[in-house]
């Protein structure tokens, strides 16, 4: 009689048969797909590691793993990413959320006392992990999720029903210029625009250029990647109260033209920095709306 193989058994199997499609992270990717398929959460699996896996579980995993064979994100074919602690839901329809970007989190949290009663807005919110997030940190707080995909505000909308928030926010497909007004004035907008240049998009690993929007990507034309920022600057400039707060995810090349366009002469933007993430690269630009 043949012997099932175990949870630890298909582990192995399933990293080695990443590692020879040369995959992004095989060992992690392995052990995420396999608990995806068994229902399970990571440490479930390492708990559950000498189990004989049913043919029906065998059946789950495989078509899985063939997924991330060819190059799929593990994000896309779980469903979900964690971003600040936060599960959320992401599809094709938008980028998977990037440790880096809790960046604007963590100096929002900074910034703002946790009852601050303001309106914040999220200026192409995507899978709305900025949005959502900002709204579970500041309860007292009104968010405008605004995005031109109807794909990408579905998925937001089901993240803020996810985490209780959905009540507090108002959801737009608008481009940045569309940002409505709200009374006295945001006294926060947050924007992570497409900032890749065209020729920085050829040079992408497949796992992103291959699956993850191009859109939320690359700015049209894309020739320098800062097309989208004087859009999104002059919205926001128009809609903060004063002494507001805009704060820009941006390329690692991008941090003085972002810096520069804010402190122009038409915006004149107060206490304009570049703030580097945890590898050190320029990350975040902030400025603040003269009062």
Request: aromatic letters at 6%.
């Amino acid at each position: 009689m043949t012997k099932q193989p175990t949870v630890r058994d298909i582990l192995q199997k399933t990293e080695t048969y990443l590692r020879e499609k040369n995959v992004d992270s095989p060992r992690l990717s392995a052990q995420m797909i396999l608990a995806h398929g068994l229902g399970l959460d990571r440490m479930g699996l390492f708990l559950d590691m000498d189990r004989p896996l049913q043919a029906s579980e065998l059946d789950a995993v495989r078509p899985l793993a063939a997924r991330r064979g060819r190059g799929e994100p593990v994000a896309y074919i779980v469903g979900e990413r964690e971003f600040f602690s936060l599960a959320f839901e992401v599809t094709p329809d938008v980028l998977i959320p990037r440790p880096e970007t809790e960046l604007i989190v963590e100096e929002a949290i900074r910034l703002f006392p946790g009852d601050a009663e303001m309106a914040v807005a999220d200026l192409g919110t995507g899978s709305g992990c900025l949005a959502v997030t900002l709204a579970t940190r500041f309860p007292s707080a009104r968010v405008t999720a605004l995005d031109l995909s109807p794909g990408a505000l579905a998925v937001a909308r089901r993240n803020a029903a996810r985490h209780n928030v959905a009540e507090r926010m108002e959801f737009l497909e608008a481009t940045f210029s569309e940002l409505p007004p709200v009374s006295g004035g945001y006294g926060l907008i947050v924007s992570n625009p497409p900032y890749v240049s065209q020729a920085e998009y050829e040079a992408l690993s497949p796992e992103v250029a291959s699956f993850e929007p191009k859109s939320a990507l690359v700015p049209v034309p894309g020739q320098d990647g800062l097309e989208a920022y004087p859009a999104v600057v002059a919205a926001a400039f128009k809609r903060l109260a004063p002494g507001g707060v805009l704060m820009l995810e941006i390329g690692w090349k991008q941090g003085q033209d972002v810096k520069h366009l804010l402190e122009a002469t038409e915006f004149g933007f107060e206490a304009v920095a570049v703030l580097p993430d945890l590898a050190g690269l320029d990350r975040v630009v902030i400025g603040r709306k003269p009062d």
